[in-house]
């Protein structure tokens, strides 16, 4: 039997085995370690001298030719490394590390050898720490690589590319045509020669797909004529999953030239590099080309789904289908040349067929807008409207011939795919609008239809059981088809306006980094150090933008703010409009200081000019100040508010608008009043509708002594009851109140629930008091006066005489 020792030997000498062994792996894993992070260090140092060396050499290069060049250069000889994920190396070894100090405290109690796992635990040690240095190292140089092909960007993009086009230009265009077609025939050759086809499994995917989209291509056909007619014979019955089916078809009707491109495209892929280009992304740029132009010219067949889908009128869908048609003549070919174009790296000063083709494609689409925008009607009925959309689109083809025109073709190259990606996203934009539109008509539509059905099926059963009398109080629907309506369409355009503001945003972020150029252009710097920012050209354009949203946010969000959210909620009258003018104060507020913060004026440096300017204008625009603080205590305390009518001093009217200074009363002469509104924080003045509109009127009639009191109670008590204006409660009261010179005294007091009812209420009571005292014989009484004559001496000699009064005629003997 062995001696227990003898077991420890073994394991010792098994362990040191072990132990030479990843010894001998762990100096080859670190050797490989340090010599990664040897160059990349390497590389990190080259690229940040680059880095320093940039901005001296744009000083010393700027307005010469070879700056271009000189930046492409650069940015060709970027480090091209593939970040490797190292974490789970780096927790293999840091658990390796883990079980040799176990092993090795293991060994050190079994007084066993160590030196070979120490040693091997030191080189563990070194190998971890040369992982977490290259780690480190190669987020460095990713980030610092990234940072700095986007600061070339942004020089490329604000750098001619190629001398103006002038005079000179155009007489050298011969022989610079025949060196590029000699230069393009031996890169196409070289191209074809590096290509290698590629057979993978995308590939037969694409090839599968096309088979079976082109076999079931008639099948797709008679669908769309189908539905078509389906919704042309029974548009109150189609359904409406009916669109986004016929869409999708549609779009499956027009894939398979799309998938061929693809297919081609990934066949012919290859990597691009200083000396090859790849045909596969010209065919890929090609394929969505394609398919949003053969989708596009499908939907708007005069007679097809635009027409019965969308009703749009057939001259609009007959025109927009020939402007795509010129369109796809000039956009299908140039995509295919500009993929290849934007692949050069330092070719784009001598790309004259680019430049021409460019310039050329721009003239062109120039006047193919001008005239679709003078075919089509006005849109949205507005000619100021369509004039605007119309220069919006006229500024692409003009903003890119200009850039060509002054030597920035390899500006105008960048901006034709950003304007072309911007293309797809706003037709996908109309069409999905349109197509969620009409979905919800086709949704209302069948409710509708639902409904009244409904309503038909109840009325049957209630006669045939006999009940006329609870068929007419059968009740309305929960839910109002229209409001319904009108909530899915706000609710889908915001949806779709969120959804699209993203993705523009997606596509124009990488052009975003050549504009920071601009932040470097200054037109205003000052000439000592008092504290002022200088103002720069990306500052001012900033400043500008932001006015420009401000204003239509100003104009626009309080009116989508109440169609959105306000209208849903159960408020009282007059606070929606308090909300959403406070909003626009709020929002001119926002911009203000955004503006001046985008133009360097902080508030730290403003504040004393504006304490300043506050206590003169203070005293100055006394009455202005208490104007504008008394505003706001109106939109806060709301004592009036949009909409109620008061008095204020011999003015009564109803307060059509609440201002930051003034308030609008409309008098009942249809006349507006400006109110400065101190007068309704000063003043007394009577709110008729603050809170309750219901108002109290007080009729008074006097009737003849000797009259009837109950029966003139009754009467007037009646009167009021069968007004149906007249409020129940509080009930009516006639009161016999005073006993007058020659009349009874008595009051009617009625409420009525609207102020609009006073007057109306105040005739009709006035006409029935006087038709049923007159019918029950009670007299109203007025003021009578009796005159008598005191000179009676007179009057008896007058008698004596027999003398006629004088003035009358005098008898003849």
């Not at 460095?140 to 600061?151: G, I, K, R």
């Not at 099948?219 to 919704?231: A, G, Q, W």
């Not at 797809?424 to 069948?446: D, F, K, N, P």
């Not at 208490?626 to 009518?645: H, K, M, T, Y």
């Amino acid at each position: 039997m062995r001696h227990p020792l003898s077991w420890f030997i073994y394991i010792g000498l098994f362990c040191f085995s072990l132990a030479s062994i990843n010894i001998a792996r762990a100096q080859d894993e670190g050797m490989e370690y340090e010599q990664t992070l040897a160059q990349l260090e390497q590389q990190l140092a080259e690229l940040r001298q680059n880095k320093a060396d940039l901005d001296q050499q744009y000083e010393n290069l700027a307005g010469s030719r070879l700056l271009h060049r000189v930046l492409l250069e650069q940015r060709a000889s970027l480090p091209r490394f593939t970040i490797t994920d190292l974490n789970d190396v780096l927790a293999e070894h840091r658990l390796a590390l883990f079980y040799l100090q176990r092993q090795l405290r293991q060994a050190e109690e079994a007084n066993l050898p160590t030196e070979q796992l120490r040693l091997e635990k030191e080189r563990l040690e070194a190998t971890i720490e040369t992982l977490v240095t290259l780690m480190d190292t190669q987020r460095q140089l990713s980030v610092a690589t990234q940072n700095f092909a986007a600061q070339l960007e942004e020089y490329l993009f604000w750098t001619p590319s190629e001398p103006p086009i002038n005079r000179d230009w155009w007489l050298a265009l011969p022989q610079r045509t025949e060196q590029q077609l000699t230069r393009i025939q031996s890169a196409t050759s070289a191209m074809l020669r590096n290509v290698s086809l590629q057979w993978n499994g995308y590939v037969l995917f694409l090839l599968i797909a096309l088979g079976l989209l082109a076999w079931k291509r008639p099948y797709f056909k008679r669908s769309l004529k189908t539905y078509e007619s389906e919704v042309r014979n029974t548009e109150t019955q189609a359904s409406p999953w009916l669109v986004p089916i016929a869409l999708t078809k549609m779009a499956l009707y027009v894939l398979p030239g799309t998938i061929a491109l693809l297919a081609l495209g990934q066949f012919f892929h290859s990597p691009s590099d200083a000396e090859h280009l790849n045909p596969g992304a010209a065919f890929t740029a090609l394929a969505f080309a394609w398919f949003m132009l053969s989708f596009l010219h499908k939907l708007t067949n005069p007679n097809g789904f635009a027409h019965h889908y969308f009703n749009w009128p057939k001259e609009t869908c007959a025109r927009l289908r020939k402007f795509l048609w010129l369109l796809g003549c000039m956009l299908l070919p140039l995509t295919f040349v500009l993929a290849f174009a934007i692949q050069q790296t330092t070719l784009y000063a001598e790309d004259v067929l680019g430049s021409l083709s460019l310039l050329l494609a721009s003239l062109y689409l120039l006047g193919i807008i001008i005239w679709l925008f003078v075919k089509l009607p006005p849109l949205y009925a507005s000619l100021y409207v369509h004039r605007a959309i119309a220069g919006a689109f006229l500024i692409l083809p003009i903003s890119l011939m200009l850039m060509v025109f002054n030597g920035y073709y390899y500006t105008a190259l960048k901006l034709s795919g950003y304007y072309l990606a911007t293309f797809y996203v706003l037709s996908a934009w109309v069409i999905l609008e349109a197509s969620i539109h009409r979905s919800i008509q086709l949704s209302t539509e069948r409710l509708r239809v639902q409904q009244a059905d409904e309503r038909a099926r109840a009325l049957a059963e209630l006669e045939a059981a006999g009940d006329t009398e609870q068929s007419k109080e059968i009740p309305e629907p929960e839910v109002d088809p229209e409001q319904a309506y009108q909530q899915a369409i706000r609710l889908g355009r915001f949806v779709l306006l969120v959804v699209f503001t993203f993705v523009l945003f997606t596509v124009w972020s990488d052009a975003t980094v050549a504009l920071q150029y601009l932040d470097t252009q200054f037109i205003w710097q000052p000439s000592d150090d008092v504290g002022v920012f200088p103002v720069s050209l990306g500052a001012l354009l900033t400043a500008a933008f932001i006015t420009i949203v401000s204003v239509i946010l100003v104009r626009n969000l309080p009116g989508l703010l109440e169609m959105l959210v306000l209208s849903r909620l159960n408020l009282e009258m007059g606070t929606s409009y308090a909300v959403t003018s406070l909003l626009n104060y709020v929002l001119v507020g926002i911009a203000v200081v955004a503006i001046f913060g985008t133009l360097g004026m902080q508030w730290s440096q403003l504040q004393w000019l504006a304490a300043g300017l506050t206590v003169g204008l203070g005293f100055g625009l006394q009455a202005i100040f208490a104007n504008f603080v008394s505003g706001l205590i109106l939109f806060f305390e709301r004592p009036v508010r949009v909409g109620d009518i008061v008095t204020l001093d011999n003015l009564s009217g109803r307060v059509s608008k609440i201002r930051i200074r003034a308030t609008v009363i409309t008098d009942f002469d249809r006349r507006d009043i400006v109110v400065p509104n101190q007068n309704f924080i000063t003043s007394k003045f009577v709110n008729w509708s603050l809170s309750n509109t219901v108002t109290r009127i007080t009729i008074k009639v006097g009737v003849a002594y000797g009259s009837n009191l109950e029966k003139t109670r009754e009467i007037l008590l009646d009167i009021a009851d069968k007004e149906s204006r007249i409020q129940k409660d509080p009930p009516p009261q006639a009161l016999f109140l005073s006993f007058g010179e020659s009349t009874l005294d008595h009051e009617l007091r009625v409420h009525v629930g609207a102020l609009k009812d006073r007057n109306p209420t105040i005739d009709a009571v006035n006409r029935e008091i006087d038709r049923r005292f007159r019918e029950a014989g009670i007299e109203i009484a007025f003021n009578q006066i009796d005159v008598h004559f005191r000179n009676e001496l007179g009057i008896e000699k007058l008698i004596e005489r027999r003398e006629p009064p004088q003035g009358s005629p005098q008898k003849s003997d």
